[in-house]
């Protein structure tokens, strides 16, 4: 089996699973415009959200959407079955992740120092 494919939906668990995505997802575009982090953007392929799991770490994401920061993407994962209220994370090129949102749906500090580093180095 892929490491990465659609998997099989089970309801309810699901539907909050990938409704929680989306709402993190929705919240990065609305961060983005109001954070003047320029050069940092939420690609879209246009066609209906592809939510696929990671069956080596449980975790889902959309497939067809991608974090860009100057045009390198960077992977946004979900746990599976989080209680979190934002439950996303930015998985760095060392495979680190770094928390998306703080609690309050606002960008993480870490998530700003992140964008922040990438902006500069890509800049310099």
Known sequence: MPKHQPYKRVIPRDLFNEASLLK???????????AGLSGIELEHDGTAFDVRQDFG???????NV???VRGKPYRLRRPLNSRDGWPLFL?????????????DGSFSPEMINFCS???????A
């Open 24 to 34: 993190c997802y929705g919240r990065i575009f609305i961060n983005l415009e109001t």
């Open 57 to 63: 770490s449980g975790d889902i994401y959309l497939a």
């Open 66 to 68: 991608e974090l860009t």
């Open 91 to 103: 998985i760095e090129d060392n495979e680190e992740y770094i928390s998306v949102f703080a609690g």
């Open 117 to 123: 580093q990438q902006l500069q180095s890509e800049s």
